[in-house]
């Protein structure tokens, strides 16, 4: 089983920018379709970013489309958010997941591991 430890939240202005890291370990994070979710105050728990096996098949939802970028560098075992543009309704605690499908699913309980979570806040 693959664990996951994200990093790299933090307070930002509306605008900003911030990259967020998923470090992997126990397995190499190139088996798994990857993903971030991001759970807001009072909101589910939200699809964000998946990347497929290869690196190289991407999905994204909706509201972060153009100014988010998932990315993967397979050396250090790890998953990486880009996030551009950012608004306060970005605001939320963001997690990296992991699954062994070949599908990148945009449903939480499809994925088997999950980091612990990293939060991001943009004031206005």
């Known amino acids: 089983q693959v664990q996951l430890v994200e990093s790299g939240g933090g307070l930002v202005q509306a605008g900003g920018s911030l990259r967020l890291s998923c470090a992997a370990s126990g397995r190499t994070s190139s088996n798994y379709v990857m993903a971030w979710f991001r759970q807001g105050p009072g909101k589910e728990r939200e699809f964000v970013a998946g990347?497929?096996?290869?690196?190289?098949?991407?999905k994204y939802a909706d509201s972060v489309k153009g100014r988010f970028t998932i990315s993967r560098d397979n050396a250090e075992n790890t998953v990486y958010l880009e996030m551009n543009s950012l608004k306060p309704d970005d605001t939320a605690v963001y997690y990296c997941?992991?699954?062994?499908?070949?599908?990148?699913?945009?449903?939480?309980?499809?994925?088997?591991?999950w980091g612990r979570g990293t939060q991001v806040t943009v004031s206005s």
């Open positions: 997941a992991a699954t062994e499908s070949v599908v990148i699913f945009t449903t939480a309980r499809l994925y088997n591991a």
């Open positions: 990347l497929g096996r290869g690196g190289v098949i991407t």
